[in-house]
């Protein structure tokens, strides 16, 4: 049904949004974050068992690493490029020692399955969709508040080249009713489904070569799965935002300012249209999107096995030491409750 772009506009959002429990069988919960592990899998043509190895589940713009993949007990992590890897190894990640290797963000293993059902994805003229929008979103965590009215306003506005403007709202915003400020301005709102959809990297590929523009108020993954997807981006200038957490989930959140400030100036704030278009940057905004996406580390189904099969092994043997060292502490301390119910027993009498 998503060969088409009327597939995802006919989708009952209900549906395609439901909730669930953040549940997940993956050793690394964040793995199972938006489908990235089940298209690893499936690209690689693996059984659907956990992955023995820790992914980031997006594409940092800073140098840090992620609590959660710090805290993981599994000796190889990987990330998308090899810069990003050498920023880690340069000291970032701290804890139990590692192997850190690029392959590449899931997207583009999730792009290569679109590919392989779909066909190559269309010329920018054979595309049915103008421009694909995307509010800056939410987490299960964090509310982002953005002044939707104005920007369901601005993206009307576009000119026609860029019509019709579709929305792709987060799970999460659809909840929080955002949808309603954007079909009152009369955009169609669309969306690749919940956090933990095995398909939602997939749908957000087969969803975006159906446009030939795609823009963001805000930086995130949607920049690099949009481009990588034949859409020309632009940013909309950015308007109120604000975001509602507990300040220890508000103090997690990276610093993207200098990233999203360079991402701003080498895609612009304008259509890409005429003058606007500058086709001599195209070479540079296509090199800053593969670096990020770390194009230079895809793996070949063969060698995505061979990583995860070591892997494997690796967990194991890590999960058999951790048992040998933890069987003598618990031995120590189920006769430290012994001696203490026997001398209580004693006291007693």
């Known amino acids: 049904m998503h060969r088409t772009l009327d597939g995802f506009l006919h989708e009952d959002l209900n549906r395609v949004c439901a909730d669930r429990d953040l549940t997940t069988d993956e050793h690394h ?15 690689a043509g693996l059984p659907d068992r956990p992955l023995p190895l820790t992914l980031e589940h997006g594409i940092r713009m800073d140098r840090e690493v992620g609590t959660a993949e710090l805290r993981a007990r599994l000796p190889v992590m990987t990330v ?53 929008a995307f509010p800056s979103h939410s987490t299960h965590h964090i509310r982002t ?27 999460k915003d659809y909840h929080h009713g955002e949808a309603a400020a954007y079909r ?58 604000r975001f509602e957490a507990t300040p220890e989930r508000l103090a997690e959140m990276s610093d993207t300012a200098e990233a999203f400030a360079a991402a701003r100036a080498l895609f612009g704030e304008r259509p890409p249209l005429g003058a606007a278009a500058e086709p001599e940057r195209a070479a540079e905004r296509a ?27 690796r967990r194991r043997w890590t999960a058999a030491q951790d048992a040998a060292v933890a069987a003598p502490r618990r031995l120590l301390g189920a006769a430290k409750r012994r001696l203490r119910a026997t001398l209580g027993s004693g006291a007693d009498r």
């Open 29 to 43: 919960p964040p793995n199972a974050f938006y489908g990235q592990a089940g298209a690893l899998r499936r690209y």
């Open 80 to 132: 998308p490029s090899q810069r990003r890897a050498e920023a880690i190894r340069a000291g970032a990640a701290r804890g139990r020692p590692r192997t850190i290797e690029p392959i590449g963000f899931g997207a583009l293993y999730a792009a290569e399955l679109v590919r392989r059902n779909f066909g190559p994805d269309p010329a920018s003229g054979d595309r049915a969709g103008g421009t694909l």
């Open 145 to 171: 508040h953005n002044a939707s009215d104005e920007l369901a306003a601005a993206w009307a506005a576009l000119p026609d080249e860029c019509q019709p403007v579709v929305v792709c709202l987060y799970w």
């Open 184 to 241: 009152a301005a009369g955009l169609p709102v669309v969306s690749v489904g919940h956090i933990f959809s095995p398909d939602f990297m997939l749908r957000l590929h087969a969803l975006c070569r159906h446009f030939r523009y795609a823009t963001a108020n805000g930086i995130g993954t949607h920049l690099f799965a949009a481009s990588w997807a034949g859409c020309r981006f632009f940013f909309t200038p950015q308007g109120e935002e």
């Open 287 to 313: 090199t800053f999107i593969a670096a990020y996406l770390g194009v230079e580390s895809f793996r070949a189904p063969e060698e995505l096995r061979r990583l995860i099969a070591g892997a494997e092994r």
